[in-house]
């Protein structure tokens, strides 16, 4: 790499380290591999990050991060309550060969064992729910949605689109985009007592 602030070398890693894990999954990555890829020693990613536990854990916050700065975008936009909802909950469901979902998916998986990495994705999940979160509570003090508890939904449309993720990833089942987003206005529909219908309009 040619000379760089040691913030964007660390990006350099990240991204590299993410493009790793898509390719030989998180169980088989090596800080060698990583450094091999990128023409580096790994004694400047071992500087950078000390650990491969570190890196994995720095990794999925990084893309974490990314996703996060557009969760953001999306809920602030000047649309309706449930036009942003469906557009949030949209952009988070898996589609096609879900591949954006591996790392995610490899991240559980792996956190089975790790209590870092678990409170890690569980801090980040928090953070995802509370921007939704925030979206139906507006709704409901706009008299648009009717909810008794809006963590408990949240984390019950989540939980259908995360098990979809999976299906995808490691079971390669194949779903098409428009019956996903058919099985997610019926589910939210229920769930916040609208008519399906208004949850189809265009932004």
Do not use: C
């Not at 079971?171 to 609208?194: C, T, Y």
């Amino acid at each position: 790499m040619n000379r760089k602030s040691a913030q964007a070398r660390r990006v350099e890693v990240l991204d590299e380290t993410l493009k790793q894990i898509h390719e030989r999954g998180m169980s088989a990555l090596r800080i060698a591999d990583v450094a091999s890829s990128m023409q580096v020693s790994p004694a400047l990613i071992i500087y950078h990050f000390e650990t491969r536990e570190n890196l994995l854990v720095e990794a999925l916050t990084h893309a974490a991060e990314r996703d996060l700065l557009k969760l953001h975008r999306i809920v602030r936009e000047p649309a309706p309550p449930a036009r942003r909802l469906m557009k949030v909950l949209e952009w988070y469901a898996p589609s096609g060969a879900a591949r954006g979902w591996q790392i995610w998916v490899d991240g559980w998986a792996a956190a089975m064992r790790d209590k870092a990495l678990q409170k890690v994705l569980a801090d980040l999940q928090d953070r995802w729910a509370a921007e939704i979160v925030g979206i139906i509570e507006e709704g409901v003090a706009g008299g648009v949605f009717t909810v008794d508890d809006s963590h408990d939904v949240v984390t019950r449309i989540t939980s259908l689109l995360d098990g979809l993720a999976v299906r995808m990833v490691v079971h390669k089942d194949a779903l098409k985009r428009d019956v996903l987003q058919e099985w997610l206005v019926r589910q939210v529909a229920w769930e916040l007592g609208v008519d399906q219908e208004e949850l189809r309009s265009p932004a």
